[in-house]
């Protein structure tokens, strides 16, 4: 009798373990956050809705993205480097919160380069010149030498003290060698929208931030900063053959988890993004926000995040770029 009721007490020992290990599911088994640290309708944002409701579809859980905006992306960013390493939480980064910002607050409360472990670098975000649909400047040669005739006169939005913005101007005006006052900005889209009602006379801008202002002719494109014209934009010629030549700036759209984050979900998680990257729909509201599909590896975003971390270390060192 006792050895039937340990026989018996062993088969419900082992059926409760099967039913616990069944209960937990394969990842993933409950919805996935995406902390986004900039503000809901910027070129990242904008973005990141379009392919995580793809990727959601093939993970069979909803990506819910959680916009935490404040400092330059500072607390988004603290907020994804001190999650759960369990694949439950992503950070949808732009480029300056891995390779700018670390330069220009010294004092962040994470290391860019070691409390976030690489998933992808899924798209990258192409920008242009903006000013004022109403505008007097026609060509991006026009702004330029209004800049020169006026010199510290006009003004420029940007999302912020050392947003990409910021850096873009900053380095439009050095190659150009204009004075232009920085107008910042609590976000990108606020940038642009102060474009749009003439509070400032120009702004570089993620394409997927303006894509409505210019749709709805507010503001009017001078040119994008691409190496060629983009199909989206045919008649909108690039700052290189405006006359500022070798003038090229993108953004990202990168993908991050917090370290630690096991490999196989770092794979599941990055071999979703490049199979909704695939796909045609997906594809062509991307392309219509102005973004170039990539979808690297975990590794290639980890090799560029390093060399661009460096590039804008010297950047802002040369430009005397300090935080507020």
């Known amino acids: 009798m006792k050895k039937i009721t340990h026989r018996l007490l062993a088969a419900a020992a082992i059926l409760a373990f099967a039913a616990g290990v069944h209960g937990q599911g394969a990842y993933p088994n409950k919805p996935i956050k995406m902390i986004i640290p900039l503000a809901a309708g910027s070129a990242v944002d904008n973005a990141a809705r379009v392919l995580t409701q793809k990727m959601s579809l093939g993970l069979g ?3 819910v993205i959680e916009n935490i905006t404040g400092s330059s992306g500072l607390i988004g960013a603290d907020r994804v480097a001190k999650a759960a390493p369990d694949g439950y939480t992503i950070g ?3 480029d300056s919160i891995l390779t700018m910002v670390p330069h220009i607050f010294p004092r962040i409360p994470w290391n860019a380069l070691t409390d976030f472990d690489p998933l ?3 798209a990258t975000v192409e920008w242009g010149l903006v000013v004022k649909a109403d505008s007097p400047y ?4 026009d702004f330029i030498a209004a800049a020169k005739a006026a010199p510290g006169k006009l003004n420029y939005s940007s999302g912020g003290n050392g947003s990409p913005q910021h850096l ?4 439009f005006a050095s190659r150009a060698g204009i004075e232009a006052l920085h107008v910042p900005y609590k976000g990108a889209t606020p940038a642009a929208v102060a474009v749009a009602a003439g509070e400032v006379d120009a702004s570089l801008q993620g394409l997927g931030t303006v894509t409505s202002l210019i749709q709805g002719n507010k503001v009017r494109l001078l040119a994008v900063t691409t190496e060629k014209r983009l199909a989206q934009y045919p008649n909108v010629p690039t700052v290189d053959e405006s006359g500022l030549k070798n003038f090229f700036f993108n953004s990202w759209f990168a993908m991050v988890v917090p370290t630690g984050t096991p490999k196989d979900i770092v794979e599941r998680l990055n071999s979703e993004m490049r199979k909704a990257l695939a796909d045609p729909a997906t594809r062509d509201k991307l392309v219509a926000l102005g973004v170039t599909l990539r979808g ?4 290639e975003l980890g090799t560029a995040t390093k060399a661009q971390f460096e590039m804008y270390r010297k950047l802002i060192q040369d430009n005397n770029i300090k935080s507020d």
Request: avoid cysteine.
């Open 61 to 63: 859980q909803n990506i």
């Open 92 to 94: 949808g980064f732009n």
């Open 120 to 122: 992808s670098l899924a």
């Open 138 to 141: 026609k060509t991006v040669a």
């Open 168 to 171: 873009a101007m900053a380095l």
């Open 296 to 299: 690297s590896s975990a590794q």
